[in-house]
Nanobody, 125 residues
Framework: VQLQASGGGLVQAGDSLRLSCAAS????????VVWFRQAPGKEREFVAAIRWNVATTDLADSVKGRFSISRDTAKNTVYLQMNGLKPEDTAVYYC???????????????????WGQGTLVTVSS
């Protein structure tokens, strides 16, 4: 499966953005799809996950109450809705995927086989 992330941009603190992760080559059926982010000089960190078939989700503690992850089965797309953005949310956001309805209490980027190219989110104060 090929992943295409989009929706990033430059916003002010408190604004909202919605990122999209579209699949091509095959559907997301039976996949777990994630968002990770990487800020300059920092390691890639987990943001959110959704298990496509059952639509259960996980969110990092740092974004709970502000971000949500969802899917559109008709469009074969996963969304990351980001509200109440903070300067510390500034990063390149990557969507990833792996086959199976996968859960890990400590998600690692190495758990995921497929990655999109990333989309930059910049939040100014």
């Amino acid at each position: 499966v090929q992943l295409q992330a989009s929706g990033g941009g430059l916003v002010q603190a408190g604004d909202s953005l919605r990122l999209s992760c579209a699949a091509s080559g095959r559907t997301f059926n039976a996949y777990t799809v994630v968002w990770f982010r990487q800020a300059p000089g920092k390691e890639r960190e987990f943001v959110a996950a959704i298990r496509w078939n059952v639509a259960t989700t996980d969110l990092a503690d740092s974004v709970k109450g502000r971000f949500s992850i969802s899917r559109d089965t008709a469009k074969n797309t996963v969304y990351l809705q980001m509200n109440g953005l903070k300067p510390e949310d500034t990063a390149v956001y990557y969507c990833g995927a792996r086959i199976g309805q996968y859960y890990n209490s400590k998600p690692r980027s190495s758990d995921y086989s497929y990655w999109g190219q990333g989309t930059l989110v910049t939040v100014s104060s």
